[in-house]
């Protein structure tokens, strides 16, 4: 018995429909060109996608319109639904295409957070949350590490002058259950 060939993935076709054709191997433009003929829809969604990836790689806002108008009607729900959603947000759009603001670092932060939050999830609570955030956020930043408990008492005897000697494992905070103190 031939083994029948594996089918791509989904999610394979779908990256091919938006990834820059010049980038593509022989193995990926003959699988293109296969699904162009085995299914006229992406033939007729594909010129549409290409130019929508363009113009947000470029930043392009001009074509937005003609784009929206285009992809509306090219008779792929899809893609059409895609439009519609694009056009509700449409001032929004051409902000990004237009400004240089992005909210990508506070984004990225935010999911740092959330990372931090889920590896402790059910063995910590709020306060050993925080000392680890707090030393995600300075050993980032290339300050020796306090731990939050002992913040107060650090400063204190920073500020009277008698400083007791840093903590030569910070390593030891990360944990919820006897993690002792500086």
Known sequence: MVPRARRPAVSRLAWLLVRDPAGLGDADRALLGQLHTACPM???????LQTFVRMVR???????DVWLTAAS???????????EGLRREHAAL???????WSTGPVEGQITRL?????QGDGRSGLDTLKRRFIHTCVGRLGYPFVPSTALTRRAAAVH???A????????RHLHSRGASRC
């Open 94 to 100: 051409r902000a990004a295409l237009t400004l240089p």
């Open 164 to 171: 007791p000697p840093a903590c030569a494992d910070p390593q």
């Open 73 to 83: 009607t090219c008779g792929v729900p899809d893609v059409a639904s895609f439009a």
């Open 114 to 118: 959330k990372l931090i939050k889920r």
């Open 58 to 64: 470029a930043r392009t806002p001009e074509p937005l």
């Open 160 to 162: 009277a002058g008698s």
């Open 42 to 48: 992406a033939a007729t969604a594909y010129p549409l």
